[in-house]
């Protein structure tokens, strides 16, 4: 597994998919980043019994992984009032 996820090969590969197959979707919906890292699984305590991902595992077990393919940067939310005024402006529009 190991020798797949670091193949030139297989970053080529998957580069290449990538192109082949958003070529329908617009340009910031287009991964630009990504990583391979190994299934997901209820043995490994990834998934639920009835298969659904446990995001705060995932995020737990690749946050290193996640901050690099996306940057360190800290995105500041807005406050939930500024949320929901914007949202009802825009319905006013």
Known sequence: DEDLINDKR???LMDAEIIAN???IKKFEVPTKWAIVPPFTAENNMLTPKMSVRRHKVVEAYSGM???LYGDEQVEEEEPEL???NKS???AS
Do not use: E, S
Request: hydrophobic fraction near 35%; glycine fraction near 0%; include cysteine.
């Open 89 to 91: 402006d825009r319905l």
């Open 66 to 68: 996640i901050n690099a």
């Open 22 to 24: 958003c070529y329908k």
């Open 10 to 12: 297989v970053t080529t």
């Open 83 to 85: 949320r929901r005024a």
